[in-house]
């Protein structure tokens, strides 16, 4: 059964830096695609970023230009490093784990996500 654990998320100022991890377990192989998702109170769920199991990437307007989305096999883990973090990037972020998606030419349904972490909480002050 694959989990997912998120972690560093904070309080920053406008302009900040915030690095997220997401480390997978139970899961052997590499090839695996992990999406990036927010969802901020009275708002619906959007996803933000998204690595393929073919290491494409995709990012959403709003993000594009200051947010990176990597992988480190060696330690099962993903990354979202958010940059020039704004107010409107505050929100509870999950990663989503799904091992069918290879290329990504967009964010993925939601349905074919199989796992998803706990999520950590991003707060930018202004």
């Known amino acids: 059964q694959v989990q997912l654990v998120e972690s560093g998320g904070g309080s920053v100022q406008a302009g900040g830096t915030v690095r997220l991890s997401c480390a997978v377990s139970g899961y052997r192989w590499r090839s695996y695609c992990i999406t990036w998702f927010r969802q901020a109170p009275g708002k619906e769920r959007e996803g933000v970023a998204a690595i393929g199991g073919d290491d494409s990437t995709f990012y959403i307007g709003s993000v594009k230009g200051r947010f990176s989305i990597s992988r480190d096999n060696a330690k099962n883990t993903a990354y979202l490093d958010m940059n020039n973090l704004q107010p409107e990037d505050t929100a509870m972020y999950f990663c989503?784990?799904?091992?069918?998606?290879?290329?990504?030419?967009?964010?993925?349904?939601?349905?074919?996500?199989?796992?998803w972490g706990q999520g950590t909480q991003v707060t930018v002050s202004s």
């Open positions: 989503a784990f799904s091992s069918s998606v290879l290329n990504i030419q967009n964010i993925p349904p939601v349905s074919l996500f199989e796992a």
